[in-house]
């Protein structure tokens, strides 16, 4: 179950898992936690004092700023292991803590956007644009239940659905009359000026320019993964890491389209997070159709699907091929028939809530496509 300098291990009962796997290699001696003030860091800290551990617990903000950065540099003597529990934050600032080699770093991601944890890079490092540090020993322990469970990160999912239900429909037009993909990309920054309301309301502007400035400059880092893209775009703008994670993981997969011809299908999703899937499917024998506590496959057969979902792309294509309908108007064509007559269609912003959530939003081009080929969405819209 190694990747490099990773060793990941999907458990089954959750904070109980942790406490006993950190107990059997801290040898039972002094913890010490990166949490934040959540039911995540409280569970967390229950279960290892549970087991008899010693817990120093560090509640994290919610944005690490260098200083912080800096003091992540310093741990407490006597510590046995490091343990990071819940979102990206916690996940990155354990693996950016200077720890002693023989030491472990335990990890334990509750959310989607902590998947990082099973890439060795540093994504917190405040040294340079692009991250250098990379974190050795660490030990992920994923349980795909208190994933599923964790509920979305504020304003992420709303981001998301703004962003695509004014600026998608769009980007795809610009697509089918021939335009390239950078061309689509400055096209679609103009449009981003609609997410004044919101608290990340410049992300996806932010997120574009880099990419853009990533495709002129260094075409190759592209295939870094959607990490490295909100970390350049967190660190030209002063914001933080991830705040930019979905709104970079659609840019970069926008300018993926450019090279889709030459690649394989199975390349669709965003990379970062397939590679990640991939891994715990190949070495721990997960299906990743649980991430979605569904078993249907994901994305067992392209070639099949494709075919099987001609009819719902025609559709697609003629609606927005007659008229300028923005995507909610169109939400309708990403549902099978409902199951009950009364049963009512999802609105634009519920479907991208339901997208982020399972992290499908930001894979595929065009989305209907991807939407209609993987399956994953479909049996949760049917249920309403």
Known sequence: MEKENVKITVVKEGYRSLAKETKNLAHGGRVLLFTSETRAGDDAQAALTFEGMQVTRRNLPEKLSEDLFSELQKTPEGIMAAVGVGGVVPIEATKAAHIPVAIPKILFPTEFSALSASDERVFLSTKSDLPSTRSTGQIVLFDPRVVCASPLRPGLG??????????????????????????????????????????????????????????????KSLSNSAHVLALLAAKRTGGDFSDYLFPAAYALLRLYTEYLSSLPLEHCPPPDRSANLRLLNAKCGLSTALLCRKQQPYAEDYDKRWRLTAEYREDFSEAVGESAIPLFALSRLYRRTPEKESSPLLSASDLLMLLSLTGEAVSGYPLIKHIKMTGLIEPLLRCG
Request: zero cysteines; glycine letters at 4%; hydrophobic letters at 50%.
């Open 158 to 219: 709303y981001l998301l659905a703004r962003f695509v239900e004014e600026a998608d429909g769009a980007f795809e037009r610009l697509i089918l009359w021939g335009e390239k993909p950078a061309a689509a990309l400055r096209a679609l920054k103009e449009k981003t000026a609609v997410l004044s309301s919101l608290r990340e309301e410049n992300a996806a502007e932010d997120v574009v320019s880099a990419a853009l400035s990533l495709l002129k400059t260094q075409e």
